[in-house]
């Protein structure tokens, strides 16, 4: 069920993660979809200067899906 504040089961419909470009990064998108996410989109990169960051979205299904609910009439 969600809320006014879009989460779902305590859990947000919509993140963001954000790293360095490495294997710690990869476990964060592994771990949110092994928690039912999915990837939305494509990944970001960009380079701070010293290094490279990167992005991705994920979303939870069930958000990504409008739900249809009948009107009585």
């Not at 994920?58 to 299904?61: A, D, F, T, Y």
């Given at each position: 069920?969600?809320?006014p504040?879009?989460?779902t089961d305590g859990r947000l419909r919509?993140?963001?993660?954000t790293g360095t470009d490495d294997r710690a990064f990869c476990e964060k998108v592994s771990?949110?979809?092994a928690e039912g996410y999915e990837l939305h989109?494509?990944?970001?990169l960009t380079f701070d200067?010293?290094?490279v960051v990167t992005a991705q979205a994920?979303?939870?299904?069930s958000a990504s899906t409008p739900r249809f609910?009948?009107?009585?009439a």
């Open positions: 069920m969600t809320n504040t879009g989460e919509y993140r963001l993660l771990a949110a979809l989109g494509s990944p970001a200067g010293e290094r994920v979303v939870l299904p609910v009948p009107v009585n």
